[in-house]
């Protein structure tokens, strides 16, 4: 199904990420993770699983351990990119024509927090600056710098039938549209990433080159499988159909999905089980 793509999947060790690397070699892609160097126990995993063929996949053999790498990559950095772009490029032989953008961070912070102690004394705390860069460094200017570099490969690459020569796939939120308390960095974010869609879109369709973006609502991924069985149930609540967390296998099949049909372009995708997050 996927033996013409060559992807990078940037946060591809864990979550949404390793489903989508798994989905797509599974399924005949070459695919690169460009993940954290922390990350690479994780990859080790992911790998051997893809070669097994666990998580209800069928065994890909030893050509599976072929077709997945790991690029040691933090996605705000440049120099970090190029060379996981390099590398699939080496191992693969072609240029990446497909680029999914799924690392990210999620921290929980209210911009100013009060606290009223027993004897009746209030204190404040206050959202730092930095922990705001930083997430809209990592989840904004980091997607950001994925597709750009992405898309200066992609350039370089000959057209398919229709005149396409890629497709790069965002990772934004719900939190986007219903930012919850504690969430106005995250939210930022990912409005960020919905904002750059369409322009991106349009900058980039003279090349062939299509942009999508998935806004995923309730995972089940390490980003909430710490979290207390109580806050589990409270979470599932808010979903109205199917009443349940999201499969991480259902996030890859999307990615599948917009690859496979070139007609979807400069669009968000909510993938949310009609999910709309109270305050
Ligand atoms: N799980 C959910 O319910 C959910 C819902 C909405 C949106 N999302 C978004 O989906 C994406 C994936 O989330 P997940 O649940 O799979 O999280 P996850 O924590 O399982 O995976 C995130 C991956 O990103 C990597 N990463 C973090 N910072 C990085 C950096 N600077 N450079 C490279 N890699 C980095 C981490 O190492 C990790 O492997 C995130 O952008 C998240 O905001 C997730």
Known sequence: ?????????SG??????????????????RVVVADLPRA???????????IAGAAGGSSVGDSGGASIKFASTDVTKEDDVSMALTIAEDEFGEQVNVAVNCAGIAPARRMLSQKVESDGTVSHRLHSLEEFS????VNTVGSFNVARLAADRMARRS?????????IINTASVAAYDGQIGQVA????KGGIVGMTLPMARDLAPMGIRV??????LFMTPLLQNLPEKVHKQLVNNVPCPSRFGNPVEYA??????????????????LDGALRMPP
């Open 1 to 9: 199904m996927f033996q013409h793509v060559v992807a990078i999947v």
């Open 12 to 29: 591809g060790a864990s979550g949404l990420g390793a489903a989508t690397a798994s989905y797509l070699v599974r399924h005949g892609a």
């Open 40 to 50: 690479y126990d994780s990859f080790l995993k992911l790998e051997e699983d893809v």
């Open 134 to 137: 930083t997430t809209m460094n």
């Open 159 to 167: 057209t398919d039938r229709d005149g396409l020569r890629g497709c």
């Open 186 to 189: 995250y939210a930022a974010s």
């Open 212 to 217: 999508m973006t998935i806004a995923p609502g």
């Open 253 to 270: 099949k999307l990615v599948g999905s917009i690859i496979n049909i070139p007609y979807l372009n400069g669009e968000v995708i909510r």
